[in-house]
């Protein structure tokens, strides 16, 4: 379910039997061995960002290193290995050959020479052909280009802030001290004022069960400071078990609707007085997070966030009136998906780059934090801003990452582009139809734009961050020999959802080998947590759950239904209190369409599996949709969101608990299974709660369905147990078992 859980996302999958997994293994293993160039490697920059080096496999299975000049695309040999070879037989190594030089590193050099480390060596080399010995302990501070990854949601913030921490205010002056419920502040001359936390003359009193925490956060000019008001709870334990090692360890593990800890932002003078924010500005339901002081020492600014996830924003005292307020504010009565599309960046000038969904897509806007007013949009239209890359203050611009703004191109796909504060000036900077990763020069001049597809090879661009402009092809990935060799690319493939409205978007791999005069089984792999969308996009030999079991005789397909983020509020929110959908009726809708274009797809034998989050997907693809699915395989599943931890949970069915969660479990329909079920858990989980599965198997037992379930505790395995070796194998001889191989059509 959670972000961290890389598995989910990237899953190694199901295995075969073992004499069978040596057939597959080996073929992947010939499969992957005919390509190459499927990243750019070795990519270094030089320190002023104006020459780049990277090396590059011949189809000769030689290592070559290119050299670009970037203002005018100029790519070149960063050595001539011949030469080099000849030059370090003269100079130090005698027996040096150019076709086992041993090369380490080479790093370009502004002034138009590389610095090259190798076996037994290291030098300089110049385009004259001069090789100078060097130091390996003086190598230059050369940069070394991120590698491109998987952009996630915007989910972070800069806020300029004039706070200081510590019991000593700006000037020396005071000192303030926080005995149990009692704050207070003695000055240097003697002079004390005390904060009475029950209340005192013209002081509130603090909520119940409230008590001053932390460190005061002081304004610039001393006159003030801040503190946490903090209710604290104790947290509910689970006890982690570990057979395996026989050990038992308790960890905190709140679950939907314990009641939480909570802390407000309290205001002090040391004029006499204290200030929080009361039921008229913030119910007590909610939460404040961070103490931001403008440097004017006039206002303190600080998150919140409602219990339920209904709502986010910023609220600020103003010390001349005394008086809070919510300055800015994000609230839906479904729910706002905090995590993913929470953004603050505050500027100079007094206004924030603020993201919100408020026109149903996620956007970025500046905003006047000192009315709370919204200046503009930053970006707009029927499309997702995805991430931002970079804020340039000087120019007043923003680099980000947006899907689906480009028509005719999967909604999916990332393209990087910049646009000005105010809106204007929007400059793509990504081209091609595919997915983007881009990789940006120091000083940011330049960009290398990585871009492919499921079905088309990785080529790499060198750009002008200026304009986009196109400045030299770096290379593609040639997949000539891959095709050859009988590997096929994952088709992509486009159906209406439910209701005709949304294209639903997903991907399917055939059998290896096909046979058009055969029906092949067909296995769905299934993860639809709201938090992101799941169907890969970019090239992979592998193609992350698909290659192994295709294999084996089936074919596998992933699909993005309804409830999914990045196609806008709308498609998002059909998860609201409504995790059991998954979008189960996109996908076989989705299956039914494929199966019109791919005739040898059997839909009279489908099966699913998915862990987490997918795991609780696969059950309810059993029953509620038993007349399609017939088999499905669920490891360490959120069976019942009552269970699990409170925070995943809580964000899509919201707070308080009320029967949506009861009828969003899997044990509450039990009665209703169809199919066969492999149902794995592992014993050390500690992600979900193994109670999860633990009582959905109970529910099933008693519901009569015993026969129909396959159970497994793994044990001293952590989440993802069905990950393991011995249990793919185990889950992929489910299938074999229960949905068959390839019969005549």
Request: net charge positive.
């Amino acid at each position: 379910m959670p972000l961290r859980c890389l598995w989910l996302l990237f899953p190694w999958v199901l295995c075969a039997q073992a004499p069978s997994t040596k057939v597959w293994q080996k073929q992947l293993e010939t499969w992957s061995s005919t390509i190459s160039n499927t990243r750019l490697e070795n990519v270094q920059w030089s320190p002023a960002g104006e020459r780049l080096t990277y090396s590059w496999r011949t189809p000769e299975g030689r290592t070559e290193y290119k050299l670009v000049e970037c203002a005018t695309g100029q790519v070149t040999s960063a050595f001539d290995a011949e030469a080099l070879a000849a030059a370090l037989r003269k100079e130090s190594k005698p027996k040096a050959d150019a076709r086992n030089l041993g090369i380490s590193r080479v790093l370009p050099q502004d002034d138009g020479k590389v610095w090259i480390e190798g076996s037994g060596f290291v030098c300089t080399w110049s385009p004259d052909g001069v090789l100078v010995k060097q130091d390996a302990s003086k190598a230059p501070d050369l940069k070394v280009a991120p590698t491109a990854g998987r952009i996630r949601s915007v989910g972070s913030s800069r806020m300029l802030s004039a706070s200081r921490y510590g019991s000593k205010s700006p000037d020396g002056l005071w000192r303030v001290t926080v005995t149990g419920n009692e704050v207070s502040a003695l000055a240097t001359s003697g002079e004390k004022v005390v904060y009475a936390a029950s209340g005192g003359k013209a002081t509130p009193a603090l909520p119940p069960g409230f008590a001053w925490s932390g460190q005061p956060a002081w304004t610039p000019d001393g006159k003030h400071f801040a503190l946490w008001a903090t209710r604290a709870v104790p947290v509910r334990k689970y006890l982690v078990k570990d057979s395996v090692k026989q050990t038992e360890k308790e960890i905190d593990y709140d679950k939907p609707g314990d009641d939480k800890t909570q802390q407000l932002a309290c205001v002090f003078s040391l004029a006499g007085g204290y200030r929080f924010p009361g039921a008229d500005v913030l119910p007590l339901a909610m939460n404040t997070d961070r103490l931001d002081w403008t440097p004017d020492s006039q206002r303190l600014r600080s998150t919140y966030t409602i219990r339920g996830f209904t709502g986010h924003g910023i609220i600020e005292f103003d010390v001349g009136t005394k008086q809070w307020r919510k300055l800015l504010t994000e609230e839906d009565p479904k729910f706002v998906f905090t995590y993913g599309s929470f953004y603050r960046y505050d500027l100079p000038d007094e206004t924030t780059l603020w993201v919100s969904e408020r026109s149903g897509w996620t956007h970025l806007y500046r905003v006047d934090l000192r009315t709370g007013a919204t200046l503009n949009a930053v970006t707009a239209g029927a499309w997702v801003m995805k991430a931002v890359l970079q804020v340039d203050e000087a120019a007043k611009q923003v680099t980000f990452v947006g899907l689906g703004r480009n028509a005719g191109e999967d909604p999916y796909y990332r393209h990087v582009y910049r646009v000005n504060f105010d809106g204007m000036g929007l400059v793509q900077l990504t081209h091609g139809d595919g997915t983007h990763d881009v990789q940006f020069s120091p000083g940011r001049k330049y960009l290398v734009d990585t871009y492919s597809r499921v079905d088309q090879t990785p080529r790499f661009v060198l750009r002008r961050t200026l304009d986009g402009r196109e400045l030299a092809v770096l290379g593609q990935a040639d997949d000539a020999q891959l095709r050859a060799a009988g590997w096929e690319a994952p088709r992509r493939f486009v159906a209406k959802d439910r209701a005709g409205k949304f294209d639903i978007h997903g991907v399917m791999v055939r059998p290896y080998p096909f046979d058009p005069q055969k029906k092949y089984p067909v296995i769905e792999y299934i993860y639809a947590g709201p938090q992101d969308s799941f169907v890969p996009k970019s090239f992979s030999v592998w193609s992350n759950a698909f290659r192994e079991a295709s294999l084996q005789g089936f074919y596998v397909v992933q699909i993005d239904g309804r409830g999914t983020w990045n196609r806008g509020k709308e498609f998002h929110q059909e998860a609201w209190r409504n995790l059991g959908d998954a979008g189960l009726p996109d996908r076989v809708v989705w299956l039914k369409a494929a199966s019109r274009v791919e005739p040898a797809m059997d839909l009279k034998r489908v099966g699913i599996f998915g862990g987490s989050a997918g795991g609780q997907n696969a059950v309810h693809a059993l029953l509620r949709h038993g007349d399609f699915y017939k088999a499905a395989a669920a490891d360490c599943g959120c069976h019942d969101n009552r269970v699990d931890k409170l925070w995943w949970n809580e964000q899509w069915m919201g707070y308080p608990i009320g029967p949506w969660y009861a009828a969003n479990a899997c044990l509450t329909e039990a009665d209703k299974l169809q199919g066969k079920l492999f149902l794995t858990v592992g014993e050390s989980d500690t992600n979900v709660d193994v109670k999860c599965t633990y009582d959905l198997r109970d529910a099933l037992f008693a519901a009569g369905k015993k026969d129909l379930v396959e159970f497994t505790v793994v044990p001293g395995a952590n989440h993802g147990a069905c990950e393991r070796g011995d249990m793919r194998e185990k889950r992929l001889d489910f299938f074999q078992r229960t949905l068959g191989g390839p019969l005549p059509r």
